[in-house]
């Protein structure tokens, strides 16, 4: 029998324990493509939103594909599940740069988690592409290793208050998601909504995942604002605007930040003639991207940010594809200086790594769906 | 004024069936079931994929009570028993785990999302200044029929008085000839046939989630405890006082004492309200408002 040493041992399992690690990597090394990982809230509170993001990935991996691909070889994008929760994503995160090897990834959607996984993706040095949230939390002095191909909540705050004020409303009341999105937004709107001449009358920051905000909604509406102002995840949004029904809140106006997400999950009922404003949902030259969703889907867009992930997906490909290198210092500075035509409009990067200008547009809900005004 | 109590009504339904269930159950175990909970989040699912077969609310209602309950007798039986046996200590922790499982295999089969009973949106009733839903008076009416019926049970029927018989004096019931086994299998199943009933007529007001029993948890025990663990009676007022405090806190314009026009507590300190009613009660109280140990149940 032969005698295990502990040298022999200690030998044998760091040399398998590197092998393990190395082996994805070398696996796929062989099959020759370039991976990249998306982190999307598949289930949870913004589900509805994660399979539109999912969409918009598989439209973009076709069309590089058919272009040539990333460095001449193909590109596959994993898409993990978020479970729309910090934790869970960071796993996937985990998993997706140490055992898929993925060179850029992309992701998620709510800023409380986005937030966290631009930090840990900083530490793994892998390039983080932000595609759905808006929290100027994730704005760093010189970019750091990320970029953004979505405008942040203060482009947007400025954009909602101008739009709140042109409508007449001078007093409202706040309900935004108690995270990195909410507290940012907040923050933003209530800067923006007092220099348009607004108040804020009372701002509440709910908690996510409850079952009930009647009580939320019951302490708000005593400070009487003309309008309520809004903006949480597809679920939460339904619960919040059923309940504010059933309470006869709606008498009162509401208007909804990121109208699509606010709207996706809630009762048609609920909704209708419910103003907001939106992110543009393409650019004003992509009307083929809109014609190859709708043939790939048979329906329309069901939110406004399919368009964003696709745009993450193909500007990350045309980045390395200038830099020919999946460095990342080489990708971030190619996609500094690519003036990117995506299907959400022209994407230039400012000096930290944000989308430079983003258009948004006024919405309504008409027959239960959100459309331009 | 009539919202504060109509608030309080709601919430106190949200609360009540559960922690009845919880501290009847109590009462004949001696163990306080953390499952407890969980047996609403059975009940509501079951009743969710029921209606998603076309059948009526109230069917759907009843069947997962059945269902529920039997749930209940079974896990009491071929776990809870046999952890008893150990200690009481050693039941409740089996109970937490056998909870977590429960959630675990309940977020497995129907992922994180939230569902919703397929059922028009109410528009509102305005009634002396209070503003109510059809579904919320029928939810309601409906729990307090089950209340009431309960209390009929137990102190007007020959089970009733097995029941007080076996939670008061186990061994003297038994030597009277009363099944206790028989006693606790029906206490049993009717604490998680009355978690299935309120934990559905929860998910008919709001959503159905998998994580309906664990937000329960902390409240209803705050509430059977400020009751007495093991007293019908005390869970019942237990709820309706941990309801009133809740709702008082969150509605308590504190403004006028500040010079301002309104100042609220903030809503994420509501349950931090139950749980000083909770200490406050123990201080006083260590066994519950309506703890008596010879009149137990």
Redesign the interface.
């Known amino acids: 029998m032969a005698i295990i040493t502990r040298r022999s041992f200690l030998a044998t399992t760091a040399f398998g324990a590197t092998a393990v690690g190395l082996m994805p990597k070398a696996l796929f090394a062989q099959e020759g493509g370039v991976v990249f990982g998306a982190v999307l809230p598949l289930?949870?509170?913004s589900?509805s939103i994660g399979e539109d993001q999912r969409r918009g990935v598989e439209l973009a991996v076709e069309k590089v594909n058919a272009e040539g691909g990333v460095l001449g070889k193909p590109l596959k994008v994993i898409i993990e599940d978020s479970?729309?929760n910090a934790q869970t994503a960071l796993n996937a995160a985990k998993k997706l740069v140490s055992v898929d090897g993925a060179k850029v990834v992309m992701g998620e959607y709510s800023s409380g988690v986005t937030v966290p996984l631009r930090e840990a993706l900083a530490r793994e040095g892998v390039v983080h592409v932000n595609c759905g949230s808006s929290s100027v939390k994730l704005r760093q002095p010189g970019g750091g290793k990320a970029f953004s191909v979505i405008g942040l909540d203060d482009l947007m705050a400025r954009f909602t208050a101008k739009a709140l004020r042109e409508k007449g409303f001078a007093k409202s009341a706040v309900i935004l998601p108690?995270n990195a999105y909410g507290e940012s937004m907040n923050v933003e709107f209530a800067k923006a909504f007092k220099e348009a001449g607004g108040e804020v009358v009372?701002t509440?920051l709910?908690?996510e995942?409850?079952?009930?905000y009647?009580?939320?909604l019951?302490?708000v509406a005593?400070?009487q604002p003309d309008v309520y102002l809004y903006s949480a995840y597809g679920?939460e949004a339904?619960?919040i605007n059923?309940e504010a029904?059933?309470?006869?809140q709606k008498q009162t106006p509401w208007f909804g930040i990121y109208l699509t997400m606010c709207t996706s999950d809630a009762?048609k009922?609920?909704i209708e003639g419910q103003l907001g404003s939106e992110v543009n949902f393409i650019g004003p030259d992509s009307a083929w991207y809109q014609e190859a969703y709708t043939k790939k889907y048979g329906e329309g867009f069901r939110s406004a940010f399919n368009g964003y992930l696709y745009d993450a997906v193909a500007m990350s490909a045309a980045a390395i594809n200038k830099a020919n290198s999946t460095d990342p210092d080489a990708v971030l500075a190619a996609a500094r200086s690519l003036e990117f035509d995506g299907a959400t409009g022209p994407i230039k990067l400012d000096g930290d790594n944000e989308r430079a200008v983003q258009e948004y547009l006024r919405a309504t809900v008409k027959d239960g769906a959100v459309v331009p005004v | 004024m009539m919202q504060f109590l109509v608030d309080s009504l709601l919430r106190a339904g949200d609360l009540m069936l559960v922690t009845l269930g919880l501290s009847t159950v109590y009462a004949m175990v001696r163990f306080p079931n953390m499952a407890q909970t969980e047996y609403a989040t059975i009940g509501a699912f079951v009743g969710l994929l029921l209606s998603g077969f076309g059948m009526p609310l109230w069917l759907c209602v009843v069947l997962s009570a059945l269902v529920t309950g039997i749930v209940a007798v079974a896990l009491h039986r071929f776990a809870f028993a046999r952890l008893l046996r150990s200690s009481p200590v050693i039941a409740m922790i089996g109970s937490l785990a056998v909870a977590m499982i429960i959630r675990s295999a309940i977020q497995a089969v129907a992922g994180t999302r939230s569902e919703r009973f397929k059922l028009p949106i109410d528009v509102p009733h305005q009634f002396m200044g209070a503003v109510i839903t059809t579904t919320q008076i029928v939810v309601l009416a409906v729990t307090a029929l089950v209340v009431v019926a309960f209390l009929l049970l137990l102190f007007r029927t020959n089970l009733g008085r097995s029941m007080r018989a076996v939670a008061a004096q186990p061994d003297l019931a038994r030597a009277c000839g009363i099944s206790s086994g028989r006693v606790v299998d029906i206490i049993g199943f009717l604490g998680g046939a009355f978690a299935a009933i309120g934990g559905t007529l929860l998910a008919i007001g709001s959503q159905v989630h998998f994580n309906l029993g664990q937000d329960l948890l902390l409240p209803v025990f705050a509430a059977a405890i400020v009751g007495g663990l093991g007293s019908p009676i005390g869970a019942i007022f237990g709820v309706l006082l941990l309801a009133l405090v809740e709702t008082l806190v969150t509605n308590l314009n504190f403004g006028p004492l500040v010079g301002e026009t309104f100042l609220y507590v903030p809503l994420a300190y509501g349950p931090a309200a139950g749980f000083c009613l909770l200490v406050v009660t123990l201080m006083f109280r260590p066994r519950g408002l309506f703890h008596s140990e010879s009149k137990r149940v």
């Not at chain 1, 029904?245 to 006869?248: A, C, K, N, R, V």
Request: charged share 20%; glycine share 10%.
């Open positions: 289930t949870g509170a589900a479970a729309s108690n009372q509440l709910y908690t995942g409850q079952s009930s009647r009580r939320e019951q302490q005593r400070f679920q339904a619960i059923r029904f059933e309470l006869g009762p009922e609920t």
